[in-house]
Each structure stands twice: as structure tokens, then as C-alpha cells.
């Protein structure tokens, strides 16, 4: 027996409206409980239960990003909304034909060559994971795969961006009902690697990032890159057209886990939110990706006319969405179901995993469900479309949710939010003494965990699976070096490649606006060090409170740095994602994380034979330095590492970065460069280190040729100045390299040498004289569970 | 009722779960424990010992490097001739799926046909060498989540 209940809710005061969102857990602000009163008024009708839970997952930030649309006082500006004012205008002022698809679907589409596109997608999935770290990041994972396909591309790759508390933190510091930061990173990367390997989708580029921020609210970020032939793109359902769930039942498993996306955590929200944990299942997924791949490619068209993802909000946010233009007649009765005793409600918000929405024309049915059913594919025939503007949701033949689209989509009373200007700290600038020696700084920072190798999780993932992959997360002589960017050759019969990097510091975050410039800095030009060129971005904001005036000042201001980056570096945005509230509120004060940007770039390499690694090559080759240093140590590893709080963040100039890298291209091009890498955290003098741990070869430099007005030999040292390159140039070639250099900041400062070790000389003297095995030792310590 | 079938690494052979699991305690609670893990596969469906015995045999054990007990109607099975240990048992919530689990049973179900009604399993990790709270502690911050897993916890 069917269990709907109806409200009548015309009749409701403000305080029965908020008894009713804490029974019915919906989440929703006074502002939307009383515009969905009116609405209902205006209509003479009651409302289902159903119905309720519908603006419950659609309206939530998770799935409608109200942060980002809503009207925000700043200062003395009106801003219309941070994507539209910020992120998509960049991407609409630089309107690039190379661009097919931006912010409209699963994933951002752009052009490969004239035959295929790429799909790209970063999605975040925090709230999950401070719950269960294993299922959180597995069904990030998963999800991140589905959104691929979701617009029909074949996952290729994929990625995994990392926030965790430090490593070090005593037992007694972490709160009751939170999982210690080692136990989180173990099972994070356990998942990581459990879903990936199964689906057999290569992980290739990363990064992790250690603070006390993330103690309770660790980040993860999954994304993947897909492709697909441009031809075989398709989202247009038309009347008649039938809707199938496909892939796994549906059970209760991650009932409101948009609303709860959308909510701060606290010491018990683990006793709250206990649906909200989703457990993963690659296998099925895998058949899915199989059976999908087949339905687009066996026919001359493919067999469905759209197909997305069930995710966030379940077949409630699936459903309207994908028909919000035409309308559909949905019967929840033909899912198919884990427990037998689910409430129409609970199926339809249900974020159960590995399940995809489709709709096929009726003259395509019977094809394929045979795919379906060859591949082990489950099929629920739900519903058809309908030219109605309205989804009417049955349960047999009786009506459990009429939902008016119209209403859904542009009822909402977005909020009118108010922005601080955040004042900029700790930008004093900071005077050291000298010291004689930084080696033992140097290997001190190598084992900052922000900075050391990796390895441990790296070895963990699978990335050769598929044999599209070029150039790997570990590279040089014995697979220890780090890359700046993985380089994916997606056809078989193309020497075309894909070139995926990413950027971002939360070190960076007392200048938010810096650190926005800063990340797409340091993701485009990991991605120029390996050859990527024409490049997409992604933004993906994971921030605290917005209804924190500061906090939301500081977001705009990272906004602002999006644009401005995207528009001078003339590389657009073409997907992104926000994940809001991640507060931690222990019942005296709220912990909210640092607010953190992460972009991802993505470029071609026209030939990934000339794709350059990190690595030193040849003892006596020459070493370079492009780029200029300033005095920017502030949010530095060097500073962290010395417990200083102060110096300036280090910024951009666009305009010179820009001919620094069209340069590096076109040096890459002639195959003038062996080995390249960018410097970031830690400075020249960690870029200096990672290239000898790669080649197992040493380098001899002199400082004082660097190009830089600074003085304090620590400062060029550990200055994380963007846009700056460590360069090996073979012997013979350094004069048609210096040749294409002229015009930008570039000094030959040493050369690669077959003694192991580095060796950094000031004024005649060694400042640094490091051994390769200390290097390599400190590197790979901390990280070495 | 269903059988228990409960599988263990034998004496001396390197056991990845009890070693991370030890690892883990000492890098958390700088604490030293032995333990060693047993899973358990509980079937329900209508078979004989006989039958059981087969499956186990062939279908789930590893016999160079596994020893496994069987018994019915008795999901609780306690090895104690193993260690005289604590003990913590895991077992995910009724309702929530577990992948493997579910893997399993389609594949069992597709080599012994429509007898086999049911498949789950239960962890159990024996313990020496930890306190009560220790206990606590081992099983909410490393081993389990209450969300998700039956827990229980049974000190020596």
C-alpha cells in the first residue's frame, strides 16, 4: 500500500511552515516555504509530499547554486550574480568556435579535431566524505564518470584533487564523530583507486593538500575527461519518447543528500544525515558504460534521444531538468526496488548510485533493451515525455506529485545576499637574516606534505589502463619524478593528445583575488610545461558559510580573479562547481574550511611525441630559468615551514606570462626543451630538487644569475613567483633557444651534472649543497604509510 | 536459517587485513595489538552440508593458504580455538548494499542456480592486546561506520 501524505499548505503560518521543513527535512529558507505557499494559494491546491521534496533537492544550493545567481551588494556595486557577472561572461566576451558546450549539460564539450570533442567534468563530493571518507570519494568517483556520460562521451581519464587535516594532528584535537585525517587519506585513496581500477579509467593527475582546515570537512574532487564523436551527440527528447531508469535498483541510500550537500556539519550530523551515505558499485557502472557506449554507437544514430545522470536530487532534479522545456508523465511504480516499502517521496529523491536516465523514441525500444539485456543492464520503463509543462508523477494510477516546471525552474525567490569587503592580512612584508646554508631548509620543505612525493597513492591507481596514457602522474629514470600535467593520447590513430594539469593554493587565501589569478597560472602553465596548448578551465569553488558576509566577499573576489584570469590568458571556463557550507560547528564556535579554488586546464598537444617530462635528461646540458622573481613569499611553503605569517601573495602578470608561454610552445615545438618544469610551491629551489629526483642526475647553479631584484638569497630560494619555468636545453641548441627567448625574463643559471647532487652557489659559495639520496629521503617520508 | 561459512588465514601466512589493521592502530593510537581476520559468508538457501562443503571448496576458499569452518544456523560463530581475543564484528546495516556482496551472489547464483536465496558477509576481527575503549576506539575510527555497519564489539 502506497503511502502519500498532502499538506495544505495555503493555510500554513511562517511556523507551520518551519515545523513542517524540520519534519519533512527539507532545508529550505522561510523565503521558499512561503513562495511555495503563495503558489499553492494561486492554484486552490494541497501539496504532496512528493512535491515538497522536489524544491527540496531542486531548489538547494547543491543543484541550483543560489549563491551564485543571486543579486549581491558589494561595497557600493550590485552584482547580478557571481556565474553570469564573473565566470560566464568570460567564457561569452571570448566566445571561442573550439567551444560546444558550456555549462548546460553533465559537462563542459570542447572541440578534439574534426571528428571527436572532449568531455571534462570536476565535481566535488565533501559532505559525503566527512560522513564516510571510503563510500564519499568512491561515489565522487562514480558520479564524475556518469556525468561524462551523461552527455554520451566514453570516460578516458580521470583526476582527484585532495584536501585533508594534517597528518600530525594528536587524536585529542579531532572531534568526537570525525575520523583522524590518516584514516581519511587511506580511505579516500583506497576508494579512489577501488572505483577506478574496476571501471578500468585511468587516474593521471591529482594533487593533495594538507591543513588543519580540513580536519572535519575534507575536500575531494573527482573529475574526468571523456570523449565522443561530435556526431554522435545528441539531447533533443521529443513528445512520445519513452524515459527508462537504467543500471542499479533504488533504495534509500543517499535520501537527501542534496539538501544535505547544502548544509553544515556538526558533531552529530552523523546521527542526522544517516541516508545521506551512498555506496558505489563500479562493476555495475562498468556494465552501464558498456551498455551506453553501444546504444550510441551500433546503429547509424544512437538509440536514445537524452541521456543523463542520476545524481544529486535523484529522478526528482533527473526528470525536470531534462524535460523542463517539454514535460513528462512519470509512473514510480516501474522502478525497480531494494526495499519493498518505499514511499513514492523516497524513490524519487533517492541518489541510490550507478543509475543513468535515458529517453529513447518508441521505434528504438526494442533495440535497446536488447543491449540492455546483453550487457546485464537493468531497464525500468518509467514514464514518457509530454508537451504539458508539468511533470505528473503517478504511483499505478495515482497521482503522488503534479509539479508545475514552470514554477520549479523560475519560482524561486533567490535571496539578495550582502558581501564584506575583506580587508587583505598579513601582507607585511618580512625580513629574514641570511643564513649560510639552506640545505637543510631545502629538504625540510621537500618533506612539507604539501610538497613530498606522492607516490604512495599515486602506486595505488591505476593510470596505464586503457594504454591512452603518455606522459604519467611519476616520471624519469626510475618512475619517482613528479609530472606537471598528464598527456592522454585518446585515438589510436592520431598522434593528437590531450594535456590535463591543474592549479590552485588555499596558502594563498588572505588574498583571495591572488589566489584565483594564482591558480590559473599555475594550472595553464603545468599544462604549456608538458606542451598543452589551447586551453579550457574549470572552476571548482569549495567555500564556508555564504550568508557570512566576509566569507562571501571573499568569493567574489576569487570570482573576479576567474574572470579577469580567463580573459587574459584568453582560455575560457567551460564547466564548474560549487560546494558551499563546509562549516564545521562544534556548539561554541564554527570552523569553516580555507576557502579554496581549484582549476583545471585542459589543452592540446598536436603531437604527443614532442610532450616534455619533468625530468633532467644528460649531464651537461644547460639549465634556465624563465620568469622573473619578485618578493613573494606570503602563504609560502618556506614561510609555513618557519611558522611566519606575512609577506606578499604572489600575483600575476598576464601579459608577460603570456609571451613566456607562447615562447615555451613554440621552444617545445622545435624540440628545443628536454626537460621542463614549473615552479610553485617551494620555489626554484624544490623545482631544482624534483627535476634531479626525476633524472636521478644533479644540477649546478649560481643564484645570483637568476633575473630578480631581490637581495636575501632565501627569497629567490623559496619565492613562489608565478609564471616562471626551470628548463633544460640540450648543448648546441641553447643559442636558437635563447634566440626565441628574447623579450621575456630568462637567465642560463647552471648545468645538469652526473655528481648526485644539487648545488646552489651565491657569491662564490655553496648555499645549498644537497645530496640526491637526502633529497629523495626527505621527499618520499611523509607520505610513506 | 542459513550456513556460516568462515574463513581465516592459516597460521603464519601473511594476512593483509590483521597487518593493516595493526598498522593502522599503532599509527593512530600508538598502540600495539595482534589481531587476525576472519570472514564469513552467510548463505541461506536449501543445501545440504555436503553441498556447502563444495561450494566452499570450490568456489570460495583458497586452500594452500585458507582454513574455513562451517556451521548453520549460527551467524555469530566464534573461532575461539583462534586466538583468545576480543573480538569485533562487522556487518553492513539491513538495506544497505554492499557491491561485493551483491557481485558475489549474482555470480554464485549463476554456477549453483536459483537454490541460492540469499548472500552476505560478516568481518570479524580477533584482538589481543587492546582495552575496552581501545575496543571502542578500533571499531568507531578505523574498522567501521555506525551509518552504514552493524557493529559488535565483544571484549576478552
Known sequence: MISVKVFKISSYSDEDLLRLNDELDLNLSLDELRAIKKFYSEKSRQATDLELHTFSQVWSEHCFHKTFKSRIKFGNEEIDGIFKTYIFKATKELNKSWCLNTFSDNAGIIEFDDRYAIAVKVETHNHPTALDPFCGAHTGMGGVYRDILGV??????????????????????????????????????????????????????????????????????AGCVGIIPKARYIKQPKPGDLILVIGGKTGRDGIHGASFASASLSGVSS??????????????EKKIIDAILRARDEYEKPLYSLITDLGGGGLAVAVCESFKDLGCRIDLSSVQLKHSNMAPWEIWVSESQERMLISVPKENLEKILEIFEEEGVGVNLIGEVEKSNRVSVYFKEEVVGDIDLNFLFK????????????????????????????????????????ISSKEWAIRQYDHEVGARTILKPLQGVNGEGPGDAAVIKPLYDSWKGIVISNGGNPNYS????????????????????????????????SWGDPNDPLELGKLVLAAKGCYDGAIAFDAPFISGKDSLYNVYHDGKKSISIPPTLMITAIGIIPDVRKSVTTDFKRSGNYIYIIGFTYDELGGS????????????????????????????????????????????????????????????????????????????????????SNSRFIVEVAQ?????????????????????????ELIINSSKKKIVNASLQDMIRYWKSTLAF | MAWNITIISKDKIYDPNSIKLEREVFDIFNKKVNSRYAISYIIEGDFSEEEIKKIAENLIVDPIIEDYFISYGDED??????????????????????????????????????????????????????????????????????????VKIEHD
Do not use: W
Open chain 1, 732 to 756: 648546441g641548441y641553447e643559442r636558437e633557444f635563447e634566440h626565441l627567448m628574447r623579450g621575456v625574463s630568462y637567465a642560463k643559471i647552471g648545468y645538469v651534472i652526473s655528481e648526485k
Open chain 1, 510 to 541: 588572505s588574498d583571495p583575488y591572488a589566489m584565483a589569478l594564482s591558480a590559473i597560472d599555475e594550472a595553464i602553465r603545468n599544462n604549456v610545461s608538458c606542451g598543452g596548448r589551447r586551453i579550457a578551465l574549470l572552476d571548482n569553488f
Open chain 1, 637 to 720: 611553503a618556506f614561510f609555513k615551514l618557519k611558522g611566519i605569517n606575512g609577506g606578499k601573495i604572489p600575483t600575476v602578470y598576464p601579459e608577460r606570462a603570456r609571451q613566456i608561454y607562447d615562447r615555451i610552445i613554440k621552444a617545445i615545438d622545435r624540440g628545443l626543451i628536454k626537460a621542463c618544469h614549473d615552479c610553485s610551491e617551494g620555489g626554484i629551489a624544490v623545482a631544482l630538487a624534483e627535476m634531479c629526483i626525476g633524472g636521478y642526475l644533479g644540477a649546478e647553479v649560481n643564484l645570483d644569475k637568476i633575473p630578480t631584484n631581490l637581495t636575501r638569497k632565501y627569497k629567490i630560494l623559496f619565492s613562489e
Open chain 2, 77 to 150: 560463530m566464534k573461532l575461539s580455538n583462534i586466538m583468545r581475543a576480543s573480538r569485533i564484528t562487522i556487518k553492513y546495516k539491513k538495506g544497505v548494499l554492499n557491491p561485493n556482496d551483491e557481485i558475489t551472489f549474482i555470480n554464485l547464483k549463476r554456477i549453483i542456480g536459483e537454490r541460492l536465496k540469499g548472500l552476505y558477509t560478516i568481518h570479524t576481527y580477533y584482538i589481543e592486546g587492546a582495552s575496552e575503549k581501545d575496543l571502542e576506539n578500533i571499531a568507531n575510527k578505523i574498522l567501521a561506520n555506525r551509518l552504514l555497519h552493524e
Open chain 1, 271 to 284: 546521527e542526522i544525515y544517516y541516508s545521506a551515505v551512498q555506496v558505489g558499485n563500479p562493476i555495475e
Open chain 1, 411 to 450: 519560482g524561486i525567490p533567490l535571496p539578495r545576499m550582502k558581501a564584506e569587503i575583506p580587508k587583505l592580512t598579513n601582507q607585511e612584508e618580512v625580513l629574514l637574516e641570511d643564513e649560510e646554508d639552506y640545505t637543510q631548509s631545502l629538504l625540510e620543505v621537500l618533506s612539507h606534505p604539501n
Open chain 1, 152 to 221: 554520451g562521451a566514453r570516460p578516458i581519464a580521470s583526476m582527484d584533487y585532495l584536501f585533508f587535516g594534517p597528518l600530525d594532528i594528536t587524536n585529542e584535537h579531532v572531534p568526537h564523530g570525525f575520523y583522524h585525517p590518516k584514516i581519511t587519506v587511506k580511505r579516500v585513496v583506497e576508494a579512489i583507486a577501488d572505483y577506478g581500477n574496476k571501471v578500468g579509467i585511468p587516474t593521471v593527475n591529482g594533487s593533495m593538500f594538507f591543513d588543519v582546515g580540513y580536519v572535519t570537512n575534507p575536500l575531494v574532487y
